[in-house]
Every structure is written in structure tokens, then in C-alpha cells.
């Protein structure tokens, strides 16, 4: 569950994201800042792939043999997950009642609101 209150806050991140690349001018800052953390990003995931390869992984873990008897799942109480699950539920339904406020403020503020002309005729408006 915590991967989707993640989900939705990447989702505002991205939004926002949209919002400051369609400005006129990107502020210098960013302009500075875009490439250099791809630079650094970039490096991480190669990185990451290099270390992960099947062949290195494989030297990194040493080989055991696996008795299967001793593994099984159980059903005990864990109140350490059932905590997380209510966690992630709090800041999925928080992100969830979030985006419906911003999305009902944004369209409330592009709706057309009728308006009487001079001759009577009604027209609209965008607020």
C-alpha cells in the first residue's frame, strides 16, 4: 500500500514538473540543475546494473543448499505490516482526497459561468 501513496505523490511531482517546463522562461536554476542530475542519476543506474549482473551477484552470494522442510509459511499475527498497510491506507486515501480537491478548485476556476448580454441573450464567460 505505501507504493501507491508513493504512486500518487509522484504523480503531483510530475504535475508540477509539467507546470514549470511550460513556463516562457525556465528559471536558471533548472536550467543548471536538469543536466547535471541526469548526469548523476545516469551514473547511478549503470551502476546498479553493473552490480546486479547475474555474474556478480552470484560471486557477491555464497551457495547453500536449501532445505525445504525448514521454510513454510505461517499465519501469526504481524502487527509491524498490519501498521504499514494502515499507513500506506491514511496516505493513499490523504494523496486521493488531495488530488479531488485540486482537481475540483482547478475546474471550478475554467468553468464558463452564464452571463446575460445586454439583449437578454445569455452567453458565457471563462472565469
Not at 34 to 45: G, V
Amino acid at each position: 500500500m505505501i507504493i501507491l501513496a508513493f504512486l500518487f505523490i509522484l504523480t503531483l511531482a510530475v504535475i508540477e514538473l509539467q507546470r514549470c517546463l511550460e513556463q516562457k522562461e525556465i528559471p536558471i536554476s533548472v536550467k543548471f540543475l536538469a543536466p547535471l542530475l541526469t548526469i548523476i542519476i545516469s551514473n547511478d543506474l549503470w551502476q546498479n546494473f553493473r552490480f546486479w549482473r547475474l555474474r556478480d551477484a552470484a560471486e557477491a552470494f555464497e551457495a547453500t543448499s536449501i532445505i525445504p522442510d525448514k521454510y513454510f509459511v505461517t499465519n501469526y499475527p504481524d502487527p509491524d505490516y498490519f501498521t504499514m498497510l494502515w499507513i500506506g491506507l491514511a496516505l493513499s486515501l490523504l494523496t486521493l482526497g488531495l488530488l479531488v480537491y485540486f482537481t475540483g478548485r482547478e475546474h471550478k476556476k475554467t468553468r464558463p459561468v452564464p452571463v446575460l448580454s445586454g439583449e437578454g441573450e445569455l452567453s458565457e464567460r471563462m472565469d
